[in-house]
């Protein structure tokens, strides 16, 4: 509706509408120097709510973050809220933010929004990581929770989380329901955070929850097995985040001594001044590892995601997600079967980019693993929904390094999974033995593993669609081989496309579409126990065609090598890369 609308009456809505003086004076003098290309890029489309959230560059504008957007995004949401959630009034909202540039105006224009309207705010007072949102609106039986954080994106951006009275980030029909309410609700009611600091609606129960996040932690920390007490000494960094605080306290709460810090990056700082992309599974190693200890453990900004690396020998391995989550699972496996109970009623999931090492770990030892779209929001929507079911289900990640532990956050937490890495290190220490040798020796028992994932670069949309036209050829003829393999199964999750050639007679997807084109192969060779997924999607933020590339065997060198042959077929029969003019990273 916007491309039609002549550019000037999109700037004078935005001059008429935004309260805050600044951002309105940064759209005056756009207009008075008439730089019509910047306005075009931030005044021609809207910002896009959706099961994300909302996440952008923080500037004037309608495609952007800024006070405005916030305060429309928290009208159309609490209305949405009030007309589908029982109580809301009375329940409440948990708010929380991180240290970004705006964070704390932007929780206190949201706690405003929400007040406006009389329904209870519970307003975090100061940082807080991620995971006490919806630790607290579980907690707390609130109605719903809003985290302004942008997790690892760089310093210029911000976001706004949503998650719902169940304590899990939303899914369809609500992430649609919401934008439709946004749009319902544009004209500001709320102008500045006054209505917060007096009312009676706003509560301050940090402390309280904050103390319950902790024995939730203790209770984990008393159901992971410990093999006995070791002197290891851990470097830990929060990539200039919130973790800081948090994670101390965890290493408190299991009975260690304290890290070193990266002091560089120990405090929050929303210029990030070490690094332009605060990804701790990239900069945070390298910087942490020059301390001399044998593990390094890191959060992103927000502490929801972890990586970690092990100094064997000399030489530094950084662990991959995949990885992280087979010995996460693998522990978490040993705990439960230690407790004596069922090992039937045992469940965990993971997306269904990631490894296939904890399935084949569930098919030997008996529990059951469940796979799932990307996202924790279908994470924690499938846990909850396996619960239901009669299992437990204390496990769940997905290979971007996101990990949930336990039942009192169904969303990832990367102080719950710092913690358990760190007790999971020290009790293999004082055996003789590392996290590395372990992870063989999971090799070694359920097949090597090992992943390949990458990403073409398209920016023409008709490239794309014809390449996915290719691969599928007509209807569903999908390609029968790649790489010397032969293909067992095909799932197509593309909405218009939803095909399961497991799923005889209606060969209809267990798994929800996507809009956007994602599809997974299974292939096999016929001479060997050789074997690899491939999943390929189009990104819905970024001009790329994605593949997430996974092999295993019984033999490494082969499983290596087959990796290879099947990204080159990929490369040059499925994609025709150099005729598409596709780019590598």
Known sequence: MMMSVPLRDLVNEWLRLDPNESTRKDVEYLWNTNAVGELERRMRTRIEFGTAGLRGKMEAGWSRMNDLIVIQASQGLCAYVLDHVENAPIRGVVIGHDHRHNSERWAQLTAAAFIANNVKVYLHNGLVHTPMVPFSVKALKAACGVMITASHNPKQDNGYKVYWENAVQIIGPHD?????????????????????IDSGLCIDCTEEMKKAYFHSLSNLRA?????????????????????????????????????????????????????????????AIATANEKGAPYVLAQDPDADRFSAAENCDGKWVTFTGDQLGTLFAYHVFEAYKASNKPIGKLAMVASTVSSKMVEAMAQIEGFR?????????????????LVQAGYEVPFGYEEAIGYMFGSEIRDKDGVAATMVFAQLAASLRARGATVSAHLQELYRRYGYFETSNSYFICTDPLVIENIFRKIRSSGRSYPSSIGGLQIRSVVDLTEGHGYDSTNAPT???????????????????????????????????????????????????????????????????????????????
């Open 223 to 283: 159901k992971m097995l410990s093999f006995g007490e070791s002197s290891v000494v851990f470097v830990n960094t929060s990539m200039h985040g919130v973790g800081d605080l948090f994670t101390s306290k965890a290493f408190e709460i299991i009975g260690f001594s304290p890290y070193t810090p990266v002091k560089e990056q120990q405090h929050p700082d929303p210029e990030f001044p070490t690094v332009k992309f605060p990804n701790p599974e990239e900069k």
């Open 176 to 196: 649609v329901g919401i934008a439709q309410s946004i749009m319902q609700h544009l004209e500001p009611r709320v102008h500045d955070v006054s209505q917060v």
């Open 369 to 385: 693993f469940v796979d799932c779209l990307t996202g924790f929001k279908f994470i924690g929507n499938t846990a909850l929904d």
């Open 507 to 585: 060969y209809q997807p267990k798994l929800p579409l996507s809009l956007g084109h994602m599809i997974q192969f299974r292939a096999s060779s016929d001479s060997d126990d050789s074997r690899i997924v491939l999943t390929i999607r189009t990104s819905g933020t970024e001009p790329k065609i994605k593949y997430y590339l996974e092999g295993s065997g019984s033999n490494r060198q082969a499983v290596h090598s087959l990796l290879g042959s099947v990204v080159d077929d990929l490369a040059e029969d499925w994609m025709n890369a150099a005729e598409n003019g596709l780019g590598r990273p």
